[in-house]
């Protein structure tokens, strides 16, 4: 980073600090009590500060590293400035500590998007700068740095692996892999992610020496890829696994993640499954329809760049191109609608949230609506891959295959599930032009806004309760 970039990263991130700060102190006058998860989270962190840590409520679903590291750090700091009483792991106390967080998926962000895309010569220092300011308040995620959520530190642990696998560091990937997992334990999908990543980096250069031995030119990354195309990769990825020596040295290359994935699986058969309470409230199934309202979800909050005339225009000219594989593919989808669409009871129920709005003000409109909707989660599919046809077709393939595990079993229509697939999704597309991420960052700053508006002026109460209810994502 040199030495002007570095002044202006640190002049924007002080200012990114300072107004979080400004909205955490508005958050906490107003809310001073615990909301909605807080109810399970702080009571459970206030037994850890007291030492009591063989006590655990059983309607938390995610492992203690949240908890841990906020005692970690609220401890020797409230010994240092001598603090003692309520104010040790108070609510605002606990609060705080997500504002860190946030601070740092800034930091990691900028440093993951320069790596990424350190050979760009298009993208400017500017660019890259202005894209983590953007992607740092991203509204979904930025919303619940105010609240004590796991979703910033998981956010964090889970970037900064990302960050040194990157950098070839594995041992220390798979050790913050394992902080990831302690905060949330379907981020062992993004562990693996990391391993993927590397063995795509292998799988790319073995197809590109063989190509060369053919003296064949490239394989086609995009959805219209030809069928004979497809059987030579197939093939050739069959052949790669199936040699001794490759998987060898797959495995020297990822130890630290296989090691990782070998002691989850250990956990999930100890522990009767990933959800570490709660569980029936929390029962995995095959919710296919969880991957196109990703697609519309990712389309919806990069619209700025991934929208424009000519794209619709190169839309319907793949369709022309591909008619039998679109027409195959909307049969699909229009059937995975049709058999695999499930409603968790608490989407129907609690109108806190943006998703009950969503569902009852779309989806319930009409019985036939979610098969109305297939034709644009075809565009919201397409406009997803072709953003990322600059990535190797073995990069797709391993983001896919994380992109389904980490969506598809959730019953639950719930945007924070979408938070890391959609920051991997945005970190590794061609970083978008000046113009388009000042819009970007002024959609999220206004959907910001007035989430910030309507959870903070915009209480209601239910019949059957006196406590004040808002409105949140």
């Given at each position: 980073?040199?030495?002007?970039?570095?002044y202006i990263?640190?002049?924007?991130?002080?200012?990114y600090?300072?107004?979080?700060?400004f909205?955490?102190?508005?958050?906490?006058?107003?809310?001073?009590?615990?909301?909605?998860?807080?109810?399970?989270?702080?009571p459970?962190?206030?037994?850890?500060?007291e030492?009591?840590?063989?006590e655990?409520?059983?309607?938390?679903?995610?492992?203690?590293?949240?908890?841990l590291?906020?005692?970690?750090?609220v401890?020797p700091?409230?010994?240092l400035?001598?603090?003692?009483?309520?104010?040790?792991?108070?609510?605002?106390m606990?609060?705080f500590?997500?504002?860190?967080?946030?601070?740092?998926?800034?930091?990691?962000?900028?440093?993951?998007?320069?790596?990424?895309?350190?050979t760009d010569?298009?993208a400017s220092?500017?660019?890259?700068?202005?894209?983590?300011?953007?992607?740092?308040s991203?509204p979904?995620?930025?919303f619940?740095?105010f609240?004590?959520?796991?979703?910033?530190g998981?956010?964090?642990f889970t970037?900064f692996?990302?960050l040194?696998?990157?950098?070839?560091?594995?041992?220390?990937?798979?050790?913050?892999?394992?902080?990831?997992?302690?905060?949330?334990?379907t981020n062992?999908?993004?562990?693996v992610f990391?391993?993927g990543?590397?063995?795509?980096q292998k799988?790319?250069e073995?197809?590109?020496?063989?190509?060369?031995k053919?003296r064949?030119?490239?394989?086609?990354?995009?959805?219209?890829?030809s069928?004979t195309?497809?059987?030579k990769?197939?093939?050739?990825?069959?052949?790669?696994i199936?040699?001794?020596?490759?998987?060898?040295?797959l495995?020297?290359?990822?130890?630290p993640?296989?090691?990782?994935?070998?002691?989850?699986?250990?956990f999930?058969?100890?522990?009767g499954?990933?959800?570490?309470?709660?569980?029936?409230?929390?029962e995995?199934?095959?919710?296919f329809?969880?991957?196109?309202?990703?697609?519309?979800?990712?389309?919806?909050?990069?619209i700025?760049?991934?929208?424009?005339?000519?794209?619709?225009?190169?839309?319907?000219?793949?369709?022309?191109k591909n008619p039998?594989?679109?027409?195959?593919?909307?049969?699909?989808?229009?059937f995975?609608?049709?058999?695999?669409?499930y409603?968790?009871?608490?989407l129907?129920?609690?109108?806190?949230?943006?998703?009950?709005?969503?569902?009852?003000?779309i989806?319930?409109?009409?019985?036939?609506?979610?098969?109305?909707?297939?034709?644009?989660?075809?565009?919201a599919a397409?406009?997803?891959?072709?953003?990322?046809?600059?990535?190797?077709?073995?990069?797709?393939?391993?983001?896919c295959?994380?992109?389904v595990?980490?969506?598809?079993p959730?019953?639950?229509?719930?945007?924070?599930?979408y938070?890391?697939?959609?920051?991997?999704?945005?970190?590794?597309?061609?970083?978008?032009?000046?113009?388009?991420?000042?819009?970007?960052?002024?959609?999220?700053?206004?959907?910001n806004?007035?989430?910030f508006?309507?959870?903070?002026n915009?209480?209601?109460?239910?019949?059957?309760?006196?406590?004040?209810q808002?409105?949140?994502?």
């Open positions: 980073m040199e030495k002007a970039e570095w990263f640190s002049f924007l991130s002080c200012t600090f300072l107004i979080s700060c909205l955490f102190s508005k958050f906490t006058r107003e809310q001073r009590e615990p909301y909605m998860d807080e109810i399970f989270h702080v459970q962190v206030q037994k850890y500060c030492g009591r840590f063989n655990w409520d059983p309607m938390i679903t995610t492992l203690p590293g949240l908890y590291v906020s005692v970690g750090i401890k700091s409230v010994w400035v001598g603090w003692s009483g309520k104010v040790v792991c108070s609510i605002g606990l609060r500590i997500n504002l860190l967080f946030s601070s740092g998926n800034l930091y990691l962000i900028y440093l993951i998007l320069c790596k990424l895309h350190q010569k298009t220092t500017s660019q890259r700068i202005l894209s983590a300011l953007a992607l740092s991203f979904v995620l930025y619940f740095t609240l004590y959520y796991t979703d910033a998981s956010t964090f970037l692996a990302y040194m696998c990157l950098y070839g560091s594995h041992k220390i990937s798979g050790l913050l892999g394992f902080c990831a997992i302690m905060f949330r334990q062992i999908i993004w562990v990391c391993a990543v590397l063995i795509a799988l790319t073995a197809w590109k020496t063989k190509l060369t053919k064949e030119d490239k394989v086609s990354t995009s959805t219209g890829a069928i195309e497809i059987k990769v197939t093939q050739f990825m069959v052949e790669y199936l040699s001794t020596s490759n998987v060898k040295s495995i020297s290359l990822t130890w993640y296989v090691m990782l994935l070998g002691g989850f699986l250990v999930i058969v100890f522990n499954g990933i959800v570490v309470g709660d569980r029936s409230s929390h995995a199934c095959l919710n329809p969880q991957l196109f309202y990703f697609f519309s979800f990712t389309l919806a909050f990069s700025s760049h991934s929208l424009s005339y000519q794209k619709i225009v190169n839309f319907i000219q793949s369709m022309k039998i594989f679109f027409l195959s593919l909307t049969a699909l989808s229009l995975l609608v049709w058999k695999f669409t409603v968790h009871k608490y129907l129920a609690d109108n806190r949230h943006y998703p009950f709005y969503v569902w009852k003000k989806f319930q409109k009409h019985k036939l609506v979610p098969y109305i909707l297939v034709p644009g989660y075809m565009f397409w406009s997803f891959a072709d953003s990322l046809k600059s990535k190797s077709l073995f990069w797709n393939l391993m983001f295959v994380c992109l595990a980490a969506t598809v959730q019953k639950l229509l719930e945007f924070r599930y938070i890391l697939p959609y920051l991997i999704y945005r970190l590794n597309i061609q970083v978008p032009s000046m113009f388009r991420l000042v819009l970007e960052l002024c959609l999220y700053t206004t959907v806004a007035l989430t508006y309507l959870f903070l915009r209480t209601f109460l239910w019949p059957d309760s006196k406590e004040v808002r409105f949140m994502w």
